[in-house]
């Protein structure tokens, strides 16, 4: 053999031997390394858990700064039971949840999220929800009797606050329209301040603004509220629960599926109602068991 082929062949098994260890080294393709990638109690992954700040009792900030409310405590309980994942809770307005959660800056968002097929184009709801908004008409006091309830407001020919088809509240009302008749004028709305949907059914200009319950408690019962003027004017009624959610983004399935199964633990050992009695004053997942009425 000449001395080239030699060397050329020295050279090539030298590279084998290079890269065979270097395969094995770094465990390439082995089950080990694939183990190794996925969270585990040992090296739980940092999960950033946003949440809108001024949404109390739902999602706030507390005395101390920290994240708190239903949506907030929840996740926290959810947390309890994934030892793989870490949770650091980021406060934040609305629409940087929603934006963030999008982009992928946060792997879950909280602010008493509805279920929408819009919304489902974009980001990702898991299989469970986690809680339940108190949802109904704002109304005149003197009008309950006439405008408090979707029937009500039907066949009394009311006008409804528009609604945004993105929300969820916007369903319920196309829903009860298909089965219904005579139906609720359902004019669609982009996003607008809720003191002027409350001032605009106070004037007569609408007859009803379907809203939830901490609001209209924080916004006209509260002493120092944007429009607590009106307390005794308007009045709050209940129609129904809506189920809310954690909103995921699009790439996190495992993360979500995790989830999933920790909170049907949750709501079946009745954690998640006595969060509700704490933060609402009441037990808002009994609402799933009446129609919306």
């Known amino acids: 053999m000449k001395k080239l082929d030699r060397i050329i062949i020295g050279i090539i098994a030298l590279a084998v031997v290079v890269v065979g260890g270097a395969y094995f080294l770094g465990g390439f393709g082995s089950n080990e390394s694939a183990s190794s990638d996925k969270p585990s109690a040992e090296s739980p992954k940092v999960i950033k858990v946003a949440y809108a700040t001024t949404?109390?009792?739902?999602?706030?900030?507390?005395?101390?700064k920290q994240g708190d409310g239903y949506d907030v405590a929840i996740m926290r309980?959810?947390?309890k039971q994934l030892p793989q994942y870490k949770f650091e809770y980021v406060g934040t307005s609305d629409d940087d949840v929603l934006i963030g959660v999008k982009s992928g800056k946060y792997q879950v968002g909280v602010k008493n999220i509805f279920y929408t097929a819009d919304r489902a184009k974009t980001y990702l709801f898991p299989k469970h929800y986690f809680g339940v908004s108190d949802s109904g008409f704002v109304v005149r006091a003197k009008d309950k009797e006439k405008f408090g309830?979707?029937?009500k407001?039907?066949?009394?020919n009311g006008k409804l606050v528009p609604i945004a088809?993105?929300?969820?509240?916007?369903?319920?009302i196309a829903d009860?329209?298909?089965?219904?008749?005579?139906?609720i004028n359902l004019g669609s709305a982009d996003t607008f301040v809720v003191s002027d949907a409350l001032k605009w059914v106070n004037e007569?200009?609408?007859?009803?603004?379907?809203?939830?319950?901490?609001?209209?408690?924080?916004n006209v019962e509260k002493k120092k509220g944007a429009n607590a003027d009106l307390k005794g004017k308007l009045t709050y009624v209940t129609l129904g629960g809506i189920k809310t959610y954690p909103l995921f983004n699009k790439n996190q399935k495992e993360l979500a599926a995790a989830y999933d199964k920790a909170i049907t633990k949750i709501i079946d050992s009745g954690k998640a109602s006595e969060l509700s009695e704490k933060y609402f004053g009441q037990d808002n997942f009994k609402l799933l068991d009446q129609p919306f009425k």
């Open 149 to 151: 309830g979707l029937a």
């Open 153 to 156: 407001l039907a066949q009394n």
């Open 55 to 64: 949404n109390f009792p739902i999602t706030y900030q507390n005395n101390k």
């Open 77 to 79: 309980e959810v947390d």
């Open 204 to 218: 007569g200009r609408y007859d009803a603004y379907f809203a939830i319950r901490p609001m209209f408690e924080a």
């Open 176 to 183: 009860y329209n298909k089965n219904n008749n005579p139906n």
């Open 165 to 172: 088809p993105q929300n969820g509240q916007y369903a319920v």
